[in-house]
């Protein structure tokens, strides 16, 4: 069974670009959620894609939007980049189900820097 | 959302258990608690899960006291690949949106 996967693992972006960071979710399964982690901190929610519609978002502006795709890959795009955006980015694949409570799993991150 | 405190770090020796604890006084009873650890430099690990049973998997046990306000995280032998920084987080179905807390970040003395 092929894992989470995430492109690109690092980039530099300048302030005011654009970024887009893609996932490859785990075979099988139908959601898909993202995380930014600045260092030395947890992973902060930033929403959920099920059926490619968002399904839960956290305390991030509409700069930061996603796409999920027929296939369950799924993209990150961020608008506008501030200098606070530099940080980890991770996707995280599960199977959603009404009787089952399925655990997370997740790829290796995208490591954003913004100058 | 129901939330989770944990000790900020902690350190075991090699080959020896660990306990790593949780508190979550204001679970509530359709709350799953999970456990994941996140290695250096990798995205978080699922490590176990459960309701209000203890479990055991290859990786670990959990034990969940009978007022479900606290859980352990047992690593039975711990090894210099334990060494991570383990979350606990309750999520109540398998659509919940996942809070992490800042997580015990444990180190292995060889």
């Known amino acids: 069974e092929t894992g989470v996967t995430q492109s690109p693992t690092h980039l530099i972006k300048t302030r005011g670009q654009q970024v887009t960071l893609r996932c490859s979710s785990q075979?099988?399964?139908?959601?898909v959620s993202w995380y930014q982690q600045a260092l030395g901190q947890g992973p902060q929610f930033i929403f959920q894609y099920y059926r490619e519609e968002e399904n839960g978002r956290g305390n991030f502006p509409p700069r930061f939007s996603g796409l999920q795709f027929p296939n369950y890959s799924s993209e990150l795009n961020v608008n506008a980049l501030e200098l606070d955006d530099s940080a980890l980015y991770l996707c995280?694949?599960?199977?959603?189900?009404?009787?089952?409570?399925?655990?997370?799993?997740f790829g290796n991150g995208t490591r954003l820097t913004v100058t | 959302d129901a939330k989770t405190t944990q000790p900020n770090s902690m350190e075991s020796n090699e080959e020896e258990p660990v306990h790593l604890p949780c508190n979550h006084s204001?679970?509530?009873?359709?709350?799953?608690i999970h456990w994941y650890r996140q290695l250096p430099s990798q995205g978080p690990e699922y490590v176990i899960h459960g309701l209000t049973s203890n479990v055991n998997n290859r990786m670990a046990s959990l034990a969940i006291a009978e007022d479900r306000k606290s859980s352990t995280l047992i690593l039975h032998r711990a090894t210099l690949r334990d060494a991570a920084v383990y979350y606990c987080?309750?999520?109540?179905?398998?659509?919940?949106?996942?809070?992490f807390g800042p997580g015990t970040s444990l180190s292995v003395i060889p």
């Open positions: 075979s099988g399964h139908n959601t």
């Open positions: 987080i309750l999520r109540k179905t398998s659509y919940d949106k996942v809070i």
């Open positions: 995280a694949s599960s199977l959603r189900g009404e009787r089952n409570n399925s655990p997370l799993h």
């Open positions: 204001t679970i509530s009873g359709t709350d799953y």
